[in-house]
């Protein structure tokens, strides 16, 4: 079974950067897109950003459009978010998972704190 672990989230202050790691524990991950999720406390869960299995697609939400990257190292199965420019309203906890359904058990997440 797949475990995913998320990592990588600290506070910060606004105008910062941050990588955020997604190691997943079986080769299967890597068969699929991938995504990276947030939630802000009192919020749903939602969508950040995907990736295809081989990395040659990505698509982002509107709100993080030209400042979140993401990529992958199918060989580490490792996932990550390239987070720049950081505003205060993308505090919340950072997860990831298979990104067309979660196929996989949700990790603890990584918490991301952006101060003004």
């Known amino acids: 079974q797949v475990q995913l672990v998320e990592s990588g989230g600290k506070l910060v202050q606004a105008g910062g950067s941050l990588r955020l790691s997604c190691a997943a524990s079986?080769?299967?991950?890597?068969?699929?897109?991938s995504g990276w999720f947030r939630q802000a406390p009192g919020k749903e869960r939602e969508f950040v950003a995907r990736?295809?299995?081989?990395?040659?697609?990505?698509y982002y939400a509107d709100s993080v459009k030209g400042r979140f990257t993401i990529s992958r190292d199918n060989a580490k199965n490792t996932v990550y978010l390239q987070m720049n420019s950081l505003k205060p309203e993308d505090t919340a906890v950072y997860y990831c998972?298979?990104?067309?359904?979660?196929?996989?058990?949700w990790g603890q997440g990584t918490q991301v704190t952006v101060s003004s």
């Open positions: 998972n298979s990104a067309d359904r979660p196929r996989f058990s």
């Open positions: 079986g080769r299967t991950f890597s068969s699929y897109a």
């Open positions: 990736i295809n299995w081989n990395g040659g697609s990505t």
